[in-house]
C-alpha cells in the first residue's frame, strides 16, 4: 500500500488572487493534485481564511474543492501565527476522504477526540512561522494501525542564515 504527499506554496492565495485581478487557475491546481493522483497535499500561502479551499456559498463555483469534487476531498486551514508577517500567512492540508482520514480516539469516558491539524506551539525563536502538523489513517485497513505525520513548514525566505537556523532547528526538534 503506498501514499502519494504533495506539497504546493500557492503564494498568496486569498480572495483576490480568486477574483478578476490577479486571478489564479483553481482548475489547474486540481488538475495537478489530479494527475499526479495524491492523497494528501500540504500547501503553503493560504490567505483569507482557507476560503479559496472552502465550499462556503460565496466562493463554491471558484475553490479548489468544488474543482477537485467536494465530496473527494476534505481540507483543514490554519493561520501561521507569525508575530513578523503583516500579510496573515496560512497553511493548508487537503486529502481524500476515501483514502484518508484524521485520527480518532476513544476517551475513558466513551467520548471520541478527532486529532484535527494543528499549529505546533515551538519557542518563539526556532521559527518565524510555526508549522502546521497533521496526523492521518488511513481508511480499510483491517489487523494494522498506522498514521502517517506531516509536517507543513513555511521557512523565511529572503533571509537564507534564518531559514537554515530554522531547518536546523526543525530537525533538532
Known amino acids: 500500500m503506498s501514499y502519494r504527499i504533495g506539497s504546493f506554496n500557492l503564494k498568496n492565495l486569498g480572495q483576490t488572487a480568486m477574483g478578476k485581478e490577479n486571478a489564479r487557475d483553481l482548475r489547474k ?3 495537478i493534485v489530479r494527475k499526479e493522483n495524491f492523497d494528501v497535499v500540504a500547501l503553503q500561502e ?3 481564511a482557507g476560503k479559496a479551499l472552502s ?3 460565496d466562493t463554491l463555483k471558484r475553490s479548489i474543492l468544488y474543482e477537485l469534487g467536494m ?8 493561520h501561521a501565527e507569525s508575530e513578523n508577517d503583516p500579510r496573515s500567512e496560512g497553511y ?3 486529502w481524500k476522504k476515501k483514502r484518508l482520514r484524521l485520527p480518532v480516539a476513544k476517551l475513558e469516558d466513551g467520548t471520541e477526540r478527532t486529532f484535527k491539524p494543528r499549529i505546533c506551539r515551538l519557542r518563539k525563536d526556532l521559527m518565524r512561522r510555526k508549522p502546521y502538523y497533521a496526523r492521518f489513517t488511513p ?3 483491517r489487523g494494522s494501525y498506522f498514521e ?3 509536517l507543513c513548514v513555511h521557512t523565511h525566505f529572503t533571509n537564507i542564515a534564518q531559514r537554515r537556523r530554522e531547518l536546523d532547528n526543525l530537525l533538532k526538534e
Open 148 to 150: 502517517i505525520r506531516l
Open 71 to 78: 465530496d473527494k476531498w476534505d481540507f483543514a486551514w490554519a
Open 29 to 31: 491546481i486540481a488538475e
Open 139 to 141: 481508511i480499510g485497513l
Open 92 to 94: 493548508a492540508f487537503l
Open 46 to 48: 493560504v490567505l483569507s
Open 55 to 57: 465550499w462556503e456559498r
